[in-house]
């Protein structure tokens, strides 16, 4: 009876460990797709400079697609210098054994100086490693100054020491998206604004365009896309005079427009 039992145990045991080493064998990538889009999505073919599916299998080979984590998959990606001129925008799994990355090229629309070097920075926040290749709006001046400790590094997300400073440099970019949202390439944005500064006692943001007229956005860290999109548009389609120097385009909280000449 015992000796029974104890075959009964050891057959449970190796059935398990059977079905553990297949569940690692089968479900472990295997396979890697790369698909490259230029800034409206659409898909391009594949770059000379762009990541091989080797540089993915390089993080990702191996792992169980159940365990692997999306998050850290393009974390590891973006951080890879070898190709930081891209950007890892999205992992979809794909069942059993694949994974699909998404990237998109980084194009460069910020840029500050830190300790007398000028810090390049893409439309989602990361470090550039080469200087940009057209003109960027220079950023230096909206944050509080106090660069202390940091460190920019190239395929690394722009991180303040101070939080005030890294919600600014989120209302930033949420406004450089908001602007392409309304037909404007990236690359022509700084032909729009020209400077970003912060009144952290009124709670507001002021855009400063190329023309002198200036949008100032109450509570900027609310809604904030939206009613940018509805200041922009009153910018565009009110003629000169909306985009004088003496121009003032105030955005409610509400998304009203008030605007006033100086």
């Keep these: 009876m015992k000796n029974k039992k104890l075959l009964i145990s050891i057959s449970v045991c190796l059935a398990l ?20 889009h230029n800034e409206d999505g659409n898909p391009l073919a594949t770059p000379s400079d762009g990541p091989s599916a080797n540089d993915v299998m390089k993080y990702a080979g191996g792992a169980n697609i159940f365990t692997l984590s999306e998050s850290e998959l393009l974390k590891q990606l973006n951080a890879d ?10 992992v979809v799994k794909s069942f059993p054994n694949a994974v699909e990355v998404h990237l998109v090229r980084r194009i460069a629309v910020c840029h500050l100086m830190v300790n007398g070097q000028t810090v390049y920075i893409d439309t989602f926040g990361y470090v550039m490693s080469e ?13 509080s100054g106090n660069f202390n400790g940091l460190v920019p590094q190239a395929g690394q997300r722009l991180q303040f020491s101070s939080a005030s400073d890294n919600t600014r440099l989120q209302c930033i970019l949420e406004t450089v998206s908001a602007v392409w949202q309304l037909k404007y390439a990236y ?4 032909q729009l604004i020209s400077a970003f500064s912060f009144d952290s006692t009124a709670d507001s943001m002021t855009i400063t365009t190329q023309h002198g007229a200036k949008i100032v956005v109450a509570q900027p860290t609310y809604h904030l896309s939206v ?13 000169l005079d909306m985009q004088s120097p003496d121009t003032v385009i105030q955005v409610t909280v509400k998304g009203d427009i008030v605007t006033e000449k100086k």
Aim: aromatic share 14%.
């Design 187 to 190: 690359s022509d944005v700084p």
């Design 227 to 239: 009613r940018l999109i509805k200041a922009f548009s009153v910018y565009q389609n009110g003629g």
């Design 17 to 36: 460990v059977v079905v553990v080493v297949l569940f690692n064998v089968i479900f472990a990538v295997r396979t890697t797709r790369l698909v490259f």
């Design 81 to 90: 210098s070898t190709f930081s001129q891209w950007h890892a925008l999205d």
């Design 131 to 143: 200087q940009a290749q057209t003109t960027t709006i220079d950023i230096t001046n909206a944050f």
